[in-house]
């Protein structure tokens, strides 16, 4: 990527700078219902509002403190805000969501979407277009202060108009142990220069195994390679793109146009990245570059949950996971003899590449209490909110000027370096209508491979055939 510019779509010039400058963050400029939290049932744009609003959001908000930051944010009491807990699973919250709006169901009101998989539920029109419903102050605000990339994941791809409004981006980074390294014969100067300059992929494999043989550990490096959505938008991307390969012939194509825009699984840097992905684990020398088998064949049937409690164990050296990881790493290392180290994913001949993701706030277009809706979703992008959400759950802040909280913060601060270069490297998911049936294809194809239940190259061949036949039919 450019210099002058983040995979954030943030420029960089702007990213350093305003990791210097946050502002206060106090309620000023919150656009909560009128009355704020003295019991008004009049919202800012003259409805009545209360009742129940549901927020289709994860385990991590439910007792968070969140509903408090919220009211204190804006949100009138007469409003009671209810978190729910879909699967951890995205495609299988995703299909829970798909299934209630089908249903025509009024619950839930709100929910938080996946930023990979919204954009088909919008072309549908199955979320609510936030441009009409809401005040023109409010949505100049989100486009403003927001990461870009996150705005327009959540934007209506034709007519530009905005459905959600971003609550935390995220990518993912390396969390390893530093004590084990050490022992191994690294010291703080080489944890220094991975902060901004990773090693290789080859590189990377033999700094776990001479970690792993000279310690009791039982894993060595940890990732996710389940046959589930985040292998196909996240795992699997960066291992493609580090190698150079690519699904549609390079980024500018991976959101489309559908149909008319070349296939490139089957091309050889395309291989190179299923076969990283394979010799991981396996260590087949099949990968041009001299990749150690140093992860578990259980990583084939492993998503974020399963390696992040086994990390935090204390069971493994090294663990690729989203910046959430870093939170509970160091909640769970403390009092022990365990270090904690952080640095972006290992690089390849094309560099070191990182998965966009992120959740953005949604509203289901059958809710029956939209004027509450509304107000919970105007107090959430207060600056009081975001932070708390970051303190409470390690969920990054969506707006940059809030980037500072994060460099300040005792948790996240001695990493701010290694997030800087990952926020500096994101590889999108082509993102399009299409996108759901083609990641299921990428994710079963790879996964089989991971398993050596075929080769990388029949891997490779099988995905190129069925989404050309997608493109195709488009």
């Known amino acids: 990527m450019s210099d002058d510019s983040t995979g954030s779509g943030v420029s960089r010039r702007r990213y350093l700078t305003t990791a210097g400058a946050m502002g206060a963050a106090g309620l000023a400029g919150c656009a909560g219902g009128g009355g704020g939290s003295d019991g008004s049932t009049t919202g800012s744009s003259g409805d009545e509002i209360g009742g129940t609003v ?70 549908r029109d199955d979320l609510v277009n936030l441009e009409e419903e809401m005040d023109d102050e409010f949505i100049a605000r989100v486009r403003e202060e927001g990461v870009q990339s996150m705005i327009d994941t959540g934007t209506h791809p034709e ?32 944890f220094e220069t991975w902060r901004s300059n990773p090693p290789t992929w080859a590189e990377f494999s033999q700094i776990v195994s001479e970690a792993q043989s000279g310690s009791d550990v039982e894993y060595g490096h940890l990732w996710q390679g389940n046959n589930y959505i985040g292998l196909a938008c996240c795992t699997f991307n960066e291992f493609l793109t580090s190698m150079g390969g690519a699904f549609f012939g390079g980024q500018n194509n991976l959101f489309g146009p559908v149909g008319d825009r070349p296939v490139t699984l089957d091309s050889e840097e395309s ?38 409690s086994t990390f935090e164990s204390g069971s493994a050296v090294t663990q690729r996971n989203w910046t959430y990881s870093i939170g509970g790493a160091v909640t769970a290392f403390e009092g022990t003899d365990m270090e904690l180290g952080v640095m972006p994913l290992p690089a390849g001949p094309n560099g070191s590449w990182h998965a966009q993701g992120g959740w953005i706030m949604s509203m289901n277009p059958y809710t029956d209490n939209m004027a509450s809706a509304k107000e919970v979703i105007k107090a959430w992008w207060e600056d009081s909110v975001l932070q708390h959400q970051f303190d409470a759950a390690n969920y990054m802040p969506p707006k940059p000027e809030l980037f500072s909280y994060v460099e300040e913060s005792d948790t996240y601060g001695p990493y701010y370096e290694a997030l800087q270069y990952s926020a500096e490297n994101l590889i999108p998911r082509p993102t399009t209508s299409v996108w759901p049936n083609q990641r299921s294809i990428v994710a079963s194809e790879v996964n089989s491979a991971l398993r050596q239940e075929q080769t990388p190259q029949e891997a490779a061949t099988a995905m190129q055939e069925q989404i050309s036949a997608i493109e195709e039919q488009s």
């Open 54 to 123: 549901t927020v289709f959001s994860g385990s991590a908000f439910v007792d968070s403190g969140i509903v408090d930051a919220l009211h204190e944010a804006g949100v009138p009491d007469s409003i009671t805000i209810e978190m729910t807990v879909p699967p951890q699973d995205s495609g299988s919250k995703q299909q829970q969501l798909r299934t209630a709006i089908n249903a025509e169901e009024s619950d839930p009101d709100l929910v938080l979407t996946d930023n990979g998989w919204t954009i088909p539920f919008i072309v």
């Open 159 to 190: 007519t530009g108009d905005l459905y959600s409004v971003p609550v935390f981006p995220d990518y993912p980074v390396i969390t390893y142990r530093k004590d084990l390294l050490r022992d191994a014969g690294y010291g703080d100067s080489d």
């Open 271 to 308: 291989i190179d990245g299923i076969e990283a992905a394979v010799d991981i684990i396996h260590g087949t020398g099949s990968a041009p570059m001299d990749i150690a088998g140093v992860s578990p064949q259980e990583v084939a049937g492993w998503i974020e949950p399963d390696t992040k």
